[in-house]
């Protein structure tokens, strides 16, 4: 395994992988989520390249990008064991010199939910995950359907910018009590670890009504709504039933629907989503 920090040195390695090329883009502090889409790259793919770089440009001023958790060595051994070719590691001036002046914006499906939660998230989303396909030019990106507004916006970008590289998004890990795995699950306190269940529950609870035959969108928000202040340290930002494609709120639930939710428990923004 080889472990990268300069775009020259990348495009210069990349030029002797044998093809196809498998990327996972990751910021790092690997866990099973991480290590589902680079297994499965790992399967699909001549060569693989996995990614470590916590993009500034996606967090906002008052978001956690200072304190991100970090374990490099525990992330090298861990992709060494997955047997990853190389490890793509730039520093943030690598990526971002003084005089870079240039972004990617994709309208519509980003204005809503986390968009409109973190004004200017997918704008650094979109800038760095195109930076990384032109630095390596895989044949495949994996993506976590864990961030599923994130799918849709890349997918968006590959489509309109006729970006020649197939996206494939995987399903979302989940720890034994349905909790999405996140590198952000550990700021939760013990406390806020058990509140956190709901986040899962009031997705299953969106699933049963629809498998019932509730197909009202807004029943389902609400009922979902309702169920989350029950736990003590939980606050909603956003319940939404969409459609899967254009992230647009349904009246009517007609399949495949996106529902997804943006929960604070105590300090910390857990999101997350089923498709109906
Ligand atoms: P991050 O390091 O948070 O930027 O995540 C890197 C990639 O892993 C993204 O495509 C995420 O959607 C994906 N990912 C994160 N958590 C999970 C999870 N629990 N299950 C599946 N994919 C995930």
Redesign the pocket.
């Known amino acids: 395994m080889k472990v990268v920090e300069t775009i020259d040195e990348m495009r210069q390695l990349r030029q002797r992988l044998a093809e196809p090329v498998g990327l996972v ?4 502090y690997l866990h099973e ?2 290590l ?2 680079v297994r499965q790259a790992r399967v699909e793919n001549q060569s693989l390249v996995v990614s470590i770089f916590v993009n500034p440009t996606q967090f906002g001023p008052q978001e956690d990008f200072k304190q991100y958790p970090h374990n490099p060595q525990r992330d090298l051994a861990l992709l060494e064991k997955d047997k990853t070719d190389i490890v793509f590691m730039p520093s943030t001036d690598e990526m971002y010199p003084p005089q870079f002046s240039s972004w990617v914006e994709i309208e519509k499906v980003t204005e809503r939910l986390e968009g409109a939660s973190r004004p200017g998230h997918f704008r650094g989303v979109a800038t760095v995950v195109a930076k990384l396909f032109n630095i390596v030019q895989p044949t495949r990106a994996y ?5 599923a507004q ?1 799918a849709v916006v890349i997918k968006k970008m590959v489509a309109d910018l006729n970006m020649n590289v197939e996206i494939v998004i ?5 720890e034994p009590d349905g909790l ?4 952000r699950n550990i700021y939760l306190n013990p406390e806020e670890r058990q509140a956190a269940t709901v986040v899962y529950q009031a997705l299953c609870l969106a699933q049963e009504l629809w498998s019932q035959g509730e197909t009202n969108a807004q029943t389902i928000r609400q009922q979902m709504t309702d169920l989350i202040p029950k736990k003590p340290l939980a606050t909603i930002d956003y319940v939404s039933v969409a459609d899967a494609e254009t992230l647009q709120e349904l009246d009517k639930v007609e399949s495949p629907a996106l529902v997804s939710l943006a929960v604070k428990i105590g300090r910390t923004r857990l999101i997350d989503n089923v498709v109906l």
Do not use: E
Request: net charge positive; aromatic share 4%.
């Open positions: 883009p990751t910021m790092g989520g991480h589902s889409l993506f976590g359907q864990k961030d994130q995987l399903p979302t890990v989940r999405a795995i996140s590198s």
